[in-house]
């Protein structure tokens, strides 16, 4: 049972970059699903979620409106679109699958936003 998460980590100020998340062992349909970010000296922050139910999503304040969590149901995998990258943004990226007792962390993805 895992995550394991893929994506070229670097982006351009103003482009886009999608990170992915491949669940293997589990459905991941099944799970609340959530990205987190992690930037050097910070604490690890909650940036977007995907319930199983419905496919409602929620995301925090500073990415809404231009990060886009995602779901392949046939590949079992989630995803996060990053668009038009913010100064913020640049961290090491988690995927996490939650169902009651049980949760899964991806191995985590460096984003950096450079030209």
Known sequence: VELVESG???VQPG???RL????SGFTLSRYVMRWY???PGKE?????TMMSIGG?????????SRFTI???????TVSLQLNSPKPEDP?????NARRGYNEYWGQGTQVTVSS
Do not use: F, I, M, P
């Not at 992915?20 to 669940?23: D, E, V, Y």
């Not at 690890?44 to 977007?48: I, M, S």
């Not at 961290?91 to 995927?95: D, L, P, Q, S």
């Open 8 to 10: 070229v980590g670097l």
């Open 15 to 17: 482009g886009s970059l």
């Open 20 to 23: 992915s998340c491949a669940a």
């Open 37 to 39: 970010r992690q930037a």
């Open 44 to 48: 690890r922050e909650w940036v977007a």
């Open 56 to 64: 409602v999503t929620d995301y925090t304040d500073s990415v809404e």
């Open 70 to 76: 995602s779901r392949d149901t046939a590949k079992n």
């Open 91 to 95: 961290a090491v990226y988690y995927c």
